[in-house]
């Protein structure tokens, strides 16, 4: 009977144990990130229910730290009470996991020091540097795609932008047939943006927007301006550099105005969301000496699906824009706002934003409004500034739109599809219905609205 209680606590815990390093990955073994994700009400649903699975990536180093875990439990188990080890998987994983940071921090250093000596033998090599709170991985895939009809181009990879990812892109792919090297730069920390600087050595810098996102992680404003907000990148760039700035972001405009090397801004004549970021692209590439024809064959091959937002056709014939790649205050805002260009029925379904720290009740009461002035039915998916939106979108002289909460996928697609049911004059008027699905919405809700 024992060994029955004893394999029964050893199965619990490997379940919560994978539960909290899927946690620790998914916040990228970031203390300040994982400690944020406490303030959500997100996690008490997550800890309330044992029957969600959730488990990480198996990288080699969640291989290590899981078979390390594995044999430590087993030793427990056979010294202490299984319920003992059941409670303290939260501690004894997060032990785990920063014990392990000691090994990966020299690891880190070793790869970081190979990187920037294999760039100092690129000489020649052009360095595009894009950071920003929103915006730099459509920049950048923007960027690359118009550069490369005149150049040879190389750029990091998908979620590649920390000092690692950098790293490991100079060290694996770059070849000296390369002539450009497109950086997409995040941090989390001020002097993160400058330690990714001084291994790509950019000499063009773009910053395509500045706001609260990352705020928890990076304690106060200040911070994050100097790092993700474009500081540190403008001031790593050499006298001969260019720097470029998003017209449409109060904070690039002052940061513009304190920048004393060449400069331009651009994104004045966005007419739709994300517009801006393709004028950024085309702004460097006209500077970058690319004619008007090569840079108009390269925007033809700017394809719809793009990160961040993509249009298709769903249920009832009705477009559904799928926003989920990521979310932030200011994308949300132009993602309503385009919502405008359709006639019909506006629908928005999104959970609350993270890591906005102290700005989390005033920017989601400023979504709300804007929900009043677009859209008909919002459907809020996680409960931590539920009442913010809704109080937002109350505040506003429109107040026009029904604020639900809603968590369940199908109850959602229920509602979504009884919504759209209920007043359905013609086929003709639902092609001009939409529904935005905005940052982390289930799955399975989109595969049921979209084709």
């Not at 188990?77 to 090994?103: K, T």
């Not at 085309?282 to 004619?291: D, H």
Request: glycine fraction near 8%.
């Amino acid at each position: 009977m024992a060994i029955f209680f004893n394999i029964l606590e050893f199965l619990i815990f490997t379940k919560l144990f994978l539960f909290w390093l899927w946690l620790w990955q998914l916040k990228e073994y970031h203390t300040g990130r994982f400690l944020a994700h406490f303030e959500t009400q997100k996690i008490k649903k997550f800890l309330s229910s044992f029957w969600r699975l959730k488990y990480p990536k198996f990288t080699k180093k969640i291989i290590s730290i899981f078979l390390s875990g594995t044999l430590l439990a087993i030793l427990w188990l056979f010294s202490f009470s299984g319920i003992g080890l059941i409670i303290l998987a939260p501690l004894f994983s997060s032990l785990l996991v920063l014990l392990f940071q000691i090994p990966t921090v020299f690891w880190r250093k070793i790869i970081i020091n190979k990187a920037r000596k294999k760039r100092e033998q690129f000489k020649d090599l052009l360095v595009i540097g894009i950071t920003g709170s929103y915006g730099k991985t459509s920049t950048k895939e923007f960027l690359a795609t118009i550069l490369s009809e005149k150049f040879k181009v190389l750029k990091t990879k998908e979620h590649q932008n920390s000092e690692i990812g950098i790293s490991q892109c100079i060290l694996n792919d770059l070849k000296e047939e390369h002539e450009i090297f497109i950086a997409e730069m995040g941090a989390y920390n001020r002097g993160g943006i400058k330690l990714l600087c001084d291994i790509a050595k950019p000499k063009i810098g773009i910053v395509t927007g500045v706001n609260e996102q990352h705020l928890a992680t990076f304690g106060k404003m200040e911070n994050l301006f100097s790092a993700e907000g474009g500081g540190e990148l403008i001031e790593s760039l050499p006298e001969d550099g260019v720097a470029f700035f998003n017209a449409e972001n109060k904070h690039c405009l002052e940061l513009y105005k304190r920048t004393k090397i060449k400069k331009f801004l651009y994104g004045e004549n966005a007419t739709f969301a994300g517009g801006e970021n393709i004028l950024g692209a085309m702004a460097a590439a006209k500077e970058l000496g690319m004619t008007d024809e090569e840079i108009s064959r390269g925007v033809e091959k700017i394809e719809n699906k793009f990160p961040g937002i993509q249009i298709k056709k769903g249920i009832e014939g009705i477009n559904v824009i799928d926003a989920t790649y990521s979310a932030n205050p200011d994308g949300v805002i132009a993602h309503l706002e385009y919502l405008k260009n359709f006639t019909g029925r506006k629908i928005i379904v999104m959970p609350c934003l993270i890591e906005l720290g102290s700005a989390s009740k005033e920017v989601h009461k400023k979504i709300g409004k804007k929900i009043a002035e677009v859209c008909d039915l919002a459907i809020i998916t996680t409960r931590d500034r539920f009442k913010e939106i809704k109080d937002g979108s109350a505040s506003s002289p429109q107040g026009g739109a029904e604020v639900l909460f809603v968590e369940n996928p199908q109850e959602i697609f229920e509602k979504i599809k009884s919504f759209l049911e209920g007043d359905l004059s013609s086929e003709a008027s639902a092609k001009e219905d939409v529904i935005l699905l905005e940052s982390r919405v289930p799955d399975q809700l989109i595969r049921q609205l979209a084709f």
